[in-house]
């Protein structure tokens, strides 16, 4: 079966980075369409970024763009979202998922940005 496990948030300063990965088993990452969503408490869930089957970002929110960047490792079957100044506002518990495994969840990490 299918299984995904996202870590590494937490508290961080405005200004400041964090790395997100997701853990992939149960399917082999590469080849498929791979995304990061975000939602924060009284909002609709938000796509943040997306990388198609060939390794390229095709979709990145305005919101997050120049700023977060979507990427795999392979060998590892781990995809990422680097998050750099981050803002107050990107505040959220995050995501990944899967194109045509889209019941498939995780537990999300929560990335809090405060000062």
């Known amino acids: 079966q299918v299984q995904l496990v996202e870590s590494g948030g937490g508290l961080v300063q405005p200004g400041g980075s964090l790395r997100l990965s997701c853990a992939a088993s149960?399917?082999?990452?590469?080849?498929?369409?791979v995304a990061w969503y975000r939602q924060a408490p009284g909002k609709e869930r938000e796509l943040v970024a997306t990388m198609n089957r060939g390794g390229s970002t095709i979709y990145t929110a305005d919101s997050v763009k120049g700023r977060f960047t979507i990427s795999m490792d392979s060998y590892k079957n781990t995809m990422y979202l680097q998050m750099n100044s981050l803002k107050p506002e990107d505040t959220a518990h995050y995501y990944c998922?899967?194109?045509?495994?889209?019941?498939?969840w995780g537990q999300g990490t929560q990335v809090s940005v405060s000062s």
């Open positions: 998922n899967i194109g045509g495994y889209t019941a498939y």
């Open positions: 149960g399917i082999i990452l590469r080849g498929n369409v």
